[in-house]
């Protein structure tokens, strides 16, 4: 934890994902992965936040690689 702060790694790293992904420097897929959590679970975060998704053919692509190699 992070002293004066109640965050955990997870946390951060949770943060970090949402980040990034807002500020559209990485994709649904990676911020998911980066944050540890299944793709409709950073959704539904991401909802919850009202963060609004972003999906393009770059995005679309890595997530159909991802299915592929599932």
Excluded: N, W
């Amino acid at each position: 934890m992070v002293e004066g702060l109640d965050l955990t790694p997870e946390r951060a790293c949770l943060d970090l994902a949402i980040g990034l992904y807002a500020e559209q420097k990485v994709t649904l897929g990676r911020a998911a992965k980066l944050a540890g959590m299944a793709q409709s679970a950073f959704l539904k975060k991401l909802g919850e936040l009202r963060i609004p998704m972003h999906y393009d053919l770059p995005e679309l692509e890595e997530d159909l690689l991802m299915v592929r190699d599932a």
